[in-house]
């Protein structure tokens, strides 16, 4: 038990990115938060996420074998809520638009990932879920929406003068 308090503990102190899985089964939208989202490969491009085996969410979304990561602006903690809760319309109130895979593509978000469902692996009371990227973009300039020690957090505003310039791309379809 105390293993598991300091498991928790400690990798609370990992902070992460929120981002929102989302699906189109139909015509009927799917989706939930996600902090445990990664970069997996760059051939092929290839990103992972890790539902809980809890989620009764997921399993539809395996159903489709498709799926958008949207990843979340700071001020976006009210969609990161919404898609959490079960047993609501999850979309109420939400805008969006069709990504090219037919997911949603969530208003306000900095920027999405489309995939395609490639493997799964147990990943004991989580799975392991690889999506090979189909296609992606930049949406907008925002601070990310950050989960650091089980609440949200925002970066430190730095001036302007130590910030990248990167700029906005357009958004690209990966090559087969």
């Known amino acids: 038990m105390a293993v598991d308090l300091d498991f928790k503990a400690v990798l609370g102190r990992f902070c992460t990115g929120v981002t929102a899985v989302t699906a189109l089964d139909g015509d009927r939208p799917l989706g939930f938060a996600c902090q445990s989202f990664s970069a997996l490969s760059l051939d092929p491009l290839a990103v992972a ?30 969609v990161c809520r919404q898609l959490s809760r ?41 799975t392991i879920v690889v999506g090979h990227v189909t296609a992606l973009g930049e949406l907008r300039e925002a601070p990310p929406l950050l ?22 791309r357009p958004a690209v379809t990966a090559s087969k």
């Open 147 to 168: 989960f650091y020690r089980s609440a949200f957090e925002r970066l430190a505003p730095r001036p302007l003068s130590e910030t990248p310039a990167t700029g906005l």
């Open 49 to 78: 996420i890790f539902p809980a085996r809890t989620s009764t969410t997921w399993p539809r979304i395996r159903e489709v074998g498709r799926f958008c990561v949207n990843i979340l602006a700071d001020d976006q903690q009210q």
């Open 86 to 126: 079960s047993g609501t319309d999850k979309f109420a109130d939400l805008t969006w638009t069709p990504s090219p895979n037919g997911a949603p593509l969530l208003s306000g978000a900095l920027a999405w990932i489309d995939c395609t469902l490639a493997q799964e692996v147990d990943g004991g009371d989580h």
